[in-house]
C-alpha cells in the first residue's frame, strides 16, 4: 500500500510558477513510476506528466517547455514545476504512482490549481 499527499496548489495569476510536492510513503518508492494528472471542471482526467523509476520523463504537448517533473528518491518525493502558466492549466492536480511491474497503482486525493487574474 502507498499513500500520496499532494501540496503546492493555489491560486496564481497568468504568468506565474508553482511547484507541486507529492509525498509517497508506504512502500519502496524507486520501485514506482511517478505521474502528475489533472482533472479540469467537466472534463477527463488527463496525462500531463510522468517520470519513470529510472527517471525518463515524458510530457503532454500542452505543457512542453513549461512544466517539469522531477523526483527525489531518498525524500520519497515527486515535484512538478509548473511556469509559464495559463488559465487552462486550472485543475485539480493528481499525484499518481504505478509499481513498474504494473500491478499496483495509486493515487493521491488532488490539489487544486487556478490560474486567474
Known amino acids: 500500500q502507498v499513500r500520496l499527499v499532494e501540496s503546492g496548489g493555489g491560486l496564481v495569476q497568468p504568468g506565474g510558477s508553482l511547484r507541486l510536492s507529492c509525498a509517497a510513503s508506504?512502500?519502496?518508492?524507486?520501485?514506482?513510476?511517478m505521474g502528475w494528472y489533472r482533472q479540469a471542471p467537466g472534463k477527463q482526467r488527463e496525462l500531463v506528466a510522468t517520470?519513470?523509476?529510472?527517471?525518463?520523463?515524458n510530457y503532454a504537448d500542452s505543457v512542453k517547455g513549461r512544466f517539469t517533473i522531477s523526483r527525489d528518491n531518498p525524500k520519497n518525493t515527486v515535484y512538478l514545476q509548473m511556469n509559464s502558466l495559463k488559465p487552462e492549466d486550472t485543475a485539480v492536480y493528481y499525484c499518481?504512482?504505478?509499481?513498474?511491474?504494473?500491478?499496483?497503482?495509486?493515487w493521491g486525493q488532488g490539489t487544486q490549481v487556478t490560474v486567474s487574474s
Open positions: 499518481k504512482a504505478e509499481r513498474v511491474d504494473g500491478r499496483y497503482a495509486y
Open positions: 517520470i519513470s523509476s529510472g527517471g525518463t520523463t
Open positions: 508506504g512502500s519502496i518508492f524507486s520501485m514506482y513510476n
